[in-house]
T-cell receptor
Framework: GEDVEQSLFLSVREGDSSVINCTYT??????LYWYKQEPGAGLQLLTY?????DMKQDQRLTVLLNKKDKHLSLRIADTQTGDSAIYFC?????????????FGKGTHLIIQP | DAGVTQSPTHLIKTRGQQVTLRCSPK?????VSWYQQALGQGPQFIFQ???????QRGNFPDRFSGHQFPNYSSELNVNALLLGDSALYLC??????????FGSGTRLTVV
C-alpha cells in the first residue's frame, strides 16, 4: 500500500532555517500537504502543493517537490520558538482523495535557544 | 467563521461499550472524513462521507461506522470498544475532496 516516510526528530537553533523531509511511494499523488500539530491540538494546514508544481513559497514556508524521486520538503525560514511542533507530510492520491490522506508519522521540530 | 467543531473533547469508556463522536464541518464544506491518531503516530484514514453516503473506507473493522446528516454534520460510532481503540479521533471537512480542515479532535480513552 501507500507509504509516507519522515524522520522523527529535527533540532535547529532559533533563527536558523529548518528543513523537514518526506518521501512517499504513491506515484499517482495529486496533492501533497504539510500539517502542523501542537501538543493536545488538532492538525493545522500549513501549505500544500499540486503534483505538477516543483516549488511553492508562502511567507516563511517553502515547499519543494521532486516528483521523480517522490521527495517533498518543507523549509521554514527564521525558525522561532512558536514553530516547535510535530509536522506531518500527507499525500492525496489521484482518486480525488476518496481514499483519504496518507500521513507520515510526523517530524518533531525542536528549537534550541 | 467557525472551523470544524468536534464533541466531546475527551471521553473515557469501558471495554465492550459503544461510543458516538460528533463533528460539525466548516461552513461551506460538504464532505467529512474521520481519522484515528494513536499516540506517537500519524493519523489513519477511517472513512469519508459525502452526500450522506460512505464514499470510501480505510482499513478499519465494521465496528467502526458512521453517518452524515443533511446539514453535513457527521457521527462516528465505535462498537465493542477495545483497549487499542484509545486514540485521538480527528474529523476533517472539505469541499468535495480538496482543502481539508481538521478539528481539534476527541481524545478517547478505553479502560
Amino acid at each position: 500500500g501507500e507509504d509516507v516516510e519522515q524522520s522523527l526528530f529535527l533540532s535547529v537553533r532559533e533563527g536558523d532555517s529548518s528543513v523537514i523531509n518526506c518521501t512517499y511511494t504513491d506515484s499517482s499523488s495529486t496533492y501533497l500537504y504539510w500539517y502542523k500539530q501542537e501538543p493536545g491540538a488538532g492538525l493545522q494546514l500549513l501549505t500544500y502543493i499540486f503534483s505538477n508544481m516543483d516549488m511553492k513559497q508562502d511567507q516563511r514556508l517553502t515547499v519543494l517537490l521532486n516528483k521523480k524521486d517522490k521527495h517533498l520538503s518543507l523549509r521554514i525560514a527564521d525558525t522561532q520558538t512558536g514553530d516547535s511542533a510535530i509536522y506531518f507530510c500527507a499525500d492525496e492520491n489521484s482518486g480525488g482523495g476518496a481514499d483519504g490522506l496518507t500521513f507520515g508519522k510526523g517530524t518533531h521540530l525542536i528549537i534550541q535557544p | 467563521d467557525a472551523g470544524v467543531t468536534q464533541s466531546p473533547t475527551h471521553l473515557i469508556k469501558t471495554r465492550g461499550q459503544q461510543v458516538t463522536l460528533r463533528c460539525s464541518p466548516k461552513s461551506g464544506h460538504d464532505t467529512v472524513s474521520w481519522y484515528q491518531q494513536a499516540l506517537g503516530q500519524g493519523p489513519q484514514f477511517i472513512f469519508q462521507y459525502y452526500e450522506e453516503e460512505e464514499r470510501q473506507r480505510g482499513n478499519f473493522p465494521d465496528r467502526f461506522s458512521g453517518h452524515q446528516f443533511p446539514n453535513y454534520s457527521s457521527e462516528l460510532n465505535v462498537n465493542a470498544l477495545l483497549l487499542g481503540d484509545s486514540a485521538l479521533y480527528l474529523c476533517a471537512s472539505s469541499m468535495d475532496s480538496y482543502g481539508y480542515t481538521f478539528g481539534s479532535g476527541t481524545r478517547l480513552t478505553v479502560v
